[in-house]
Structures are given as C-alpha cells and as structure tokens.
C-alpha cells in the first residue's frame, strides 16, 4: 500500500472506530500503519521489533490485544496458515461477509477478495460476525 492510500486508510479506520464508539489509540494505530505499510504478511513478532523504539512499552499483550482490537473491526484480517496478519484490501469501505485469502505456497503473497457469498449451511441460528477462507496454491507470478 503507498503512503496516500495508508493514510487513507488510517483515516477510515479512525471513522470506522468513532462509528462503534470505540478509539483507535496510537498503539492500534501503529499496529494498524505497520501491517498496510509492509510488503506482505507480517508476524506478530515483527510488530513487536518495529514498536521498540520510541514507544518503548510495546510489551506482546499490547500488540496481541491491539491485533484483536484491528481484527475484531474488519481492518486486519489473521492468515491463520502462515500465523502472521495483512491489512484488508478494502479498508476504505470494508463490506463485512467473508474475506477469502489467496495464499501462494511459493513466495508467500497474499491476494485477497471480498463478496463471496458466505456459508450455506451454517447452523440454524447461528450469526457469522466475520469469515476468513484461506485457499492455497500458487499465484500468477510463480505459475510458470
Ligand atoms: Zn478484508
Ligand atoms: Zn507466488
């Protein structure tokens, strides 16, 4: 993501958050920056190298709680197969319903779409919140 589109998108994520009567602290908000700025998925870990200096008080629960918060609203989305987290590609006006994550086994890219229709079976009574599918193969680049 290049820096207009960041901002941009840090900038929804801080309606998104007035919107639920919630606040998108600095420590979110550094999470949130770190995770759109980087190249592809990053680890928890990484978060935490990138928050030491300055902040100084980036202890692990901050950062996992601050992932949750940015999960919970849509704005990152977990890739639970490489254990590591992207920013959604449609932070700016995010649809809700499920996210469908392209993972490619090769170099590791992560393409993501969103729309796809959620769960036909899901259990009488039951109300999704949020929906990752995670599919796996290889992407354009690698498909030689
Ligand atoms: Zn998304
Ligand atoms: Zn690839």
Same mark, same amino acid.
């Given at each position: 993501?290049? #820096?207009?589109?960041?901002?941009? +998108?840090?900038?929804?994520? *801080? =309606? &998104?958050?007035?919107?639920? !009567?919630?606040?998108?602290?600095?420590?979110?908000?550094?999470?949130?920056?770190?995770?759109?700025? #980087?190249?592809?998925?990053?680890? +928890?870990?990484?978060?935490? *190298? =990138? &928050?030491?200096?300055?902040? !100084?008080t980036a202890k692990p629960p901050t950062v996992y709680r601050a992932l949750?918060?940015?999960?919970?609203?849509?704005?990152?989305?977990?890739?639970?197969?490489?254990?590591?987290?992207?920013?959604?590609?449609?932070?700016?006006?995010?649809?809700?319903?499920?996210?469908?994550?392209?993972?490619?086994?090769?170099?590791?890219?992560?393409?993501?779409?969103?729309?796809?229709?959620?769960?036909?079976?899901?259990?009488?009574?039951?109300?999704?919140?949020?929906?990752?599918?995670?599919?796996?193969?290889?992407?354009?680049?690698?498909?030689?």
């Amino acid at each position: 993501m290049n #820096a207009d589109s960041t901002i941009t +998108a840090l900038e929804a994520a *801080e =309606a &998104l958050c007035a919107k639920r !009567g919630e606040r998108l602290t600095p420590v979110r908000r550094r999470v949130l920056e770190l995770v759109l700025t #980087a190249p592809g998925p990053v680890k +928890a870990y990484d978060l935490l *190298e =990138a &928050l030491k200096p300055g902040s !100084g008080t980036a202890k692990p629960p901050t950062v996992y709680r601050a992932l949750d918060f940015l999960i919970g609203l849509g704005l990152v989305h977990k890739v639970e197969a490489l254990n590591a987290f992207v920013g959604c590609s449609t932070i700016h006006s995010h649809p809700g319903g499920c996210a469908e994550l392209f993972i490619c086994t090769h170099c590791g890219a992560v393409e993501e779409r969103h729309g796809a229709p959620v769960s036909t079976h899901t259990p009488e009574g039951f109300r999704i919140e949020r929906s990752v599918i995670e599919h796996f193969g290889h992407c354009s680049n690698c498909d030689h």
